[in-house]
């Protein structure tokens, strides 16, 4: 069963940008290394020929998933977004009733997601927790170090 991923128009740029990188470049760079290491001769002990297929591999697993991302994506209009409960897109302001840390976090795809800049995957126990929720509801998460309780402070966009 194939997964839709709702993403945002940046996103499936980027996403087709990265797509266009390892079949244009990425590739023929992996080719070339198979080409060199089948020069050297007997490929029955050459360990630079199998790292180069393995990579090779790899390379095309990857590739094809990345297509079957893209072929399932479907981007979101930004404009018809509520902010009356969480979802998708939305920027949520939460506090953490346990120790009383406010966070911020931009709820996205799996494909966009990155802590780092407060994008966090809708299929994160903390984002399926606030799912649905509105500002003052508190959010009870299972998180693998136990549960957890988080106030919607803020929702935007």
Same mark, same amino acid.
């Given at each position: 069963m194939t997964k839709v991923s709702y993403v945002t128009e940046q996103g499936l740029e980027r996403l087709k940008r990265e797509l266009e990188q390892l079949e244009t470049v990425e590739r023929p760079k992996i080719s070339q290394q198979i080409a060199e290491a089948r020069d050297k001769g007997d490929l029955s002990e050459n360990a630079e020929y199998? $790292? $180069? %297929?393995e990579a090779q591999g790899m390379l095309e697993m990857k590739i094809s998933k990345l %297509? +079957? &991302?893209l072929a399932n994506s479907r981007i979101l209009d @930004?404009?018809? *977004?509520d902010t009356s409960t969480v979802q998708i *897109? #939305? %920027?949520v302001k939460i506090k953490n009733k346990n120790n009383g840390t406010v966070m +911020?976090? &931009?709820l996205v795809s799996d494909s966009e997601a990155n802590l780092k800049e407060g994008r966090m995957? !809708? #299929?994160t126990p903390i984002a399926k927790g606030l799912l649905g929720k509105k500002v003052g509801d508190v959010a009870e998460v @299972? =998180?693998?170090s136990g549960k957890m309780e988080f106030e !919607? =402070? +803020?929702i935007s966009l």
């Open positions: 199998d $790292a $180069a %297929k %297509k +079957e &991302t @930004q404009s018809r *977004l *897109l #939305n %920027k +911020e976090y &931009t995957s !809708i #299929n @299972q =998180v693998p !919607i =402070v +803020e």
